[in-house]
Structures are given as structure tokens and as C-alpha cells.
């Protein structure tokens, strides 16, 4: 076998679809038979050619996560049902032409490489978030950072990193007690990942080299963007949501070259009705032309005489192409809650951003994208936890018209040409990309 069969595995939300199934493109672009494992309840929405996809069980086939509603109690049943079908799914392939060499599952699924170590063959951790992200929580898991009891118990000082206050914390470690099922989720990645043959994280070199001891492959952002090798590589292949393309488009067309402020809060924020209002107040009164995302659960927190007093200026929809949109010419700028994919989106694309975290791991991210990679600005929030539209037109303009604004757009346009040098052939990613493959290619069975 010269060819390989790799099988990539992930945990089934639209934030940790994207970057795995690109990553599975990357490799079939390179030679590997690829084959994408996921839950039946997202099966159907995975298009992308040239990509096997395969249904694996998390034991709740008709509604995913929503029918078992509890974290802790849909993470059992994924272990149970996915270890029994992703077996049966390695199997299947035994006596073919191509059997499977090697699972790269989301660090999530740690179970995944248990499976795979049963069958002899190489297992492969793959992280979706920052390597900044990995080095706190692994350095948890070790024993080398304690939870902070309290905010003056703060800065942490880590190694390779720049200080940390209580703000820049990721959720789960900021309100331990509130999210104890996320943070044991976040710390299970690690206990069994020295068995694995490889660690991925979806960064590259220039942007964190230091951070992580992983093999950086990213950004996992669809090919059209970065380098173009991969033939009619413009999206992800897998959308939960039905996106609206043209009618965004259309009306980008009608406006200014960088004139337009892109708002998305990503596929699971919250925003309470107050923040939203804040925000649509803020829009209003700034002079800014406006493309907001707003999921259909969301749009009754804004007040309807604020849509309709800026309906000429500014267009709401409830989803739409985000990679086609950051790519226009006429967005000025990405108000964005800073998840990871988001994130770098906006750096491959170069379009200065206004950092808005929520939850997670956005709140070190928007630390990095204003302090440290210098690409846009982070809202501050009240003492109330509110980001006033004072603050907010602050920031836009700040990033669309300010003093500030000539500096984040050349450091926007700097990191983004890095992004798509790593990428690129015999960039640091496409490299460790490389490497990767030439095993896989090279073992001459599944067995390890």
C-alpha cells in the first residue's frame, strides 16, 4: 500500500467540522485516501469531493448533542457508540485495497486513539484550538499551573506567553464551578496523548512556533484563500445552517471599497437582549454601512425600530458565506467573538478586526489579536459585563478611521501574506504536512 488510508474523526459541531475536513481535503490533495467519520446526525450535511464520509454512532442518530442536552451524559454515550462504530468502520476496510493506517481524531475524542492502537495502527491527536489554549490546559492537566481562587491572584506569568489577567482567561478557568463539564472535557485531551503518534494544531509556525510542542499544519482555511492548490477549494464542504450567498454579495457590491463593518458572533453566542440592543444602538449611530449575522433565534433581542432606522444603511441575515464576505473587497472591517476558526479567518484574509469574546477560549484570543499580533482592538466590557455602544463606535472607529487604523491594516496585511506563506509549498505548515503524509504513504500495511 502507497497510498494510505487515513480516517479523521470530529467532534460533531460546526467549529470542529471545518478545520478536520480540511485538513482531510489537505490530505487527499496529497495522495492520501481520505475518509471522514462522522455522527449520523451530521453525516448529511458533509460536500466535499474527493473525501470519503462515513457514519459513526454517538448514540443519539435523529438529534445529536440537542437530544441528550447534557455535555457530560452526550460525551459517554459518543465514547460507548463511537469506539463500537469506528471500529466496525476500520474493519470494513481491512481486506480491501486500501485499509486504514491511521485515525486523526479531535482532541476532544480521546477514546478515538484507544480504537485505533486496538487495531495496530497509528492514531493522531488533532487540536482545534490556539497552541496558547493547549499550553494552559496541558499545563493544568501537569500540575504546572494552579486555577486562580480570585482576580488578584493574577497575572499568570507562563512561560512563552505574555501576561495573563483575569479578563484574557478562557471561560472554563476563570468560573471553574460553572462549567466543571467543559473544563474536564478541556483536561481529558492530554492524559492518554503520549500514545499518540502525532499532536496537530490548527496554527502555524509564525504565529505561535513556541507555544505548543505539535506538529502546526494550519491555518485549516479553505484553499481558494490561502495558496489555491486544492481545484475549487472555496468553502468548508459542511454547513449545519443554510448559508444566504447572493443576496449579501449583491448588496457588498453596491458599497465602498473597506467601507463596511462585517458582525458574526459565530454558531453558539448568545447575546443577551441588552448587549444586542447596545450593539444595534451602536450601529445606528455610527456612519458605517453593516453586515450583520444574526441567527433567527437571536433577531428578537434587537429592537425593530432600530432595524428599520438602519435598514438603508445597514443589512441583517441570519447567515451567510463568512469566507466569501471577509474576502470582499468592501469590507472595512470583522466584528467577531473571537472563536479560533473566526480568528483565523480574519488573519488569512487580512481584515482588521474588533474583538468581541463571549465564552472560552475567545477571551486569550482577543488578548493576541489586539495586543500581540496588533490586527484590531478589543471592546471593553462595563462593570456589568456590557459593552456599551459608546465603547463599541470607540472601537470601530478605532480600527475603521483612527490612528490606530493605518498600523492594525498593515499588520492585518503582514500576517495574512504569513498565513498563506506557511500554506504554501515548502511553507512550515505544508512541510509538517509533508512529513505526515510520506509515513502514511510509506507504511506498507495498517499495521504499526
Not at 494552579?146 to 507562563?158: C, G, R, S, V, Y
Request: a negative charge; one cysteine or more.
Amino acid at each position: 500500500m502507497d497510498k494510505g488510508h487515513v480516517v479523521v474523526v470530529p467532534y460533531p459541531s460546526q467549529g470542529h467540522i471545518n478545520p478536520l475536513l480540511q485538513f482531510a481535503k489537505r490530505l487527499a490533495s496529497k495522495g492520501v485516501k481520505a475518509t471522514f467519520a462522522t455522527t449520523y446526525y451530521t453525516v448529511k450535511s458533509i460536500n466535499a469531493p474527493n473525501i470519503g464520509v462515513e457514519p459513526i454512532s454517538d448514540g443519539f442518530d435523529e438529534g445529536g448533542f440537542a437530544d441528550a442536552k447534557k455535555e457530560d451524559i452526550y460525551l459517554e454515550s459518543f465514547q460507548a457508540n463511537g469506539s463500537k462504530t469506528l471500529s466496525q468502520l476500520i474493519q470494513k476496510y481491512e481486506n480491501t485495497n486500501f485499509p486504514v493506517n491511521c485515525v486523526v481524531y479531535d482532541s476532544f475524542l480521546p477514546w478515538a486513539l484507544d480504537v485505533a492502537k486496538q487495531h495496530g495502527i497509528y492514531g493522531a491527536a488533532f487540536f482545534t484550538n490556539s497552541a496558547t489554549e493547549c499550553n494552559i490546559f496541558c499545563r493544568i492537566h501537569h500540575g504546572l499551573l494552579t486555577l486562580p481562587a480570585k482576580q488578584e491572584d493574577m497575572p499568570w506569568l507562563i512561560p512563552g506567553l505574555p501576561p495573563l489577567y483575569f479578563r484574557d482567561l478562557p471561560t472554563f478557568i476563570k468560573m471553574p464551578i460553572s462549567n466543571t463539564a467543559y473544563l474536564a472535557l478541556k483536561l481529558s485531551q492530554y492524559p492518554n496523548l503520549d500514545k499518540a503518534d502525532w499532536s496537530f494544531a490548527n496554527t502555524f509556525e509564525e504565529l505561535e512556533g513556541e507555544l505548543w510542542p505539535a506538529k502546526l499544519i494550519g491555518p485549516m482555511v479553505p484553499s481558494a484563500y490561502l495558496d489555491g492548490r486544492i481545484e475549487g477549494d472555496k468553502g468548508y464542504g459542511a454547513s449545519l445552517w443554510k448559508p444566504l450567498g447572493e443576496e449579501c454579495t449583491k448588496w457588498l457590491e453596491t458599497k465602498p471599497p473597506k467601507a463596511v463593518v462585517y458582525l458574526s458572533f459565530g454558531s453558539m453566542v448568545s447575546l443577551t437582549a441588552n448587549q444586542m440592543e447596545e450593539i444595534a444602538c451602536g450601529l445606528k449611530e455610527s456612519s458605517f454601512p453593516f453586515l450583520w449575522v444574526v441567527r433567527g433565534t437571536e433577531l428578537d433581542k434587537i429592537p425593530k425600530e432600530l432595524i428599520e432606522s438602519t435598514k438603508e444603511r445597514g443589512l441583517i441575515v441570519t447567515w451567510c458565506k463568512q469566507l466569501e464576505i471577509l474576502a470582499h473587497k468592501a469590507i472595512g472591517c470583522f466584528v467577531t467573538h473571537c472563536g479560533w476558526n473566526s480568528t483565523l479567518e480574519g488573519l488569512s484574509l487580512g481584515v482588521p478586526m474588533v474583538g468581541f469574546p463571549q465564552w472560552a477560549d475567545q477571551f486569550p484570543n482577543a488578548k493576541f489579536i489586539d495586543e500581540i499580533w496588533g490586527v484590531g482592538v478589543r471592546v471593553k466590557e462595563d462593570e456589568k459585563g456590557i459593552v456599551s455602544k459608546e465603547e463599541f463606535i470607540m472601537c470601530l472607529k478605532q480600527v475603521m478611521e483612527g490612528k490606530r487604523s493605518q498600523e492594525i491594516r498593515n499588520n492585518s496585511t503582514k500576517w495574512s501574506k504569513l498565513a498563506k506563506e506557511a500554506i504554501s509549498q515548502g511553507g512550515s505548515s505544508d512541510k509538517s504536512i509533508d512529513e505526515f503524509v510520506n509515513i502514511i504513504k510509506c507504511s506498507s500495511n495498517n499495521k504499526t
